[in-house]
């Protein structure tokens, strides 16, 4: 199964009245071991590099977010600051003059959307929580 539509759907869920949409890439990773549910081959997929989906899902099952705090989370090649963490399971962290990015787990996977400079990372965090809900309510 090819898990590349939903990073299309997430990023029409990040739309606002005016059509805009919010959000510019997207991926899934597992929750155990970090490894991709979404291809790097996606025109709008959100490239992990490295070690990069294994550090994140690392934080996200232990729910230890202090090497976040600590170091940043880097995503594509990008270390973007953490902001805050909420409930075990929603992350936002930002870089001036890169974007934003919203990590959001359910049973098994990370959703994680970037939006660009500019961008509403609101809207963001709505587009990443309409996957990461609809992931969890399947039991996933």
């Not at 890439?25 to 490239?47: E, F, Q, R, S």
């Amino acid at each position: 199964m090819s898990w590349d539509s939903y990073i299309d759907n997430l990023i029409a869920q990040t739309k606002d009245a005016s059509g805009t949409g919010h959000s510019d890439k997207a991926c899934i990773i597992g929750i155990d071991g970090g490894a991709p549910w979404t291809t790097a081959g996606h025109a709008n997929a959100l490239k992990l590099e490295g070690q990069e989906g294994p550090n994140i899902a690392r934080c996200f099952k232990s729910k230890d977010f202090t090497p976040f705090m600590s170091s940043g989370i880097v995503a594509d090649g990008t270390k973007y600051q953490f902001l805050r963490e909420e409930d075990g399971k929603l992350v936002l962290a930002k870089k001036k003059g890169q974007g934003a990015l919203t990590l959001q787990s359910s049973k098994t996977a990370i959703v994680i959307g970037h939006a660009p400079e500019g961008g509403q990372q609101g809207n963001t965090n709505k587009g990443v929580a309409v996957i990461a809900e609809y992931l969890e309510s399947l039991g996933m």
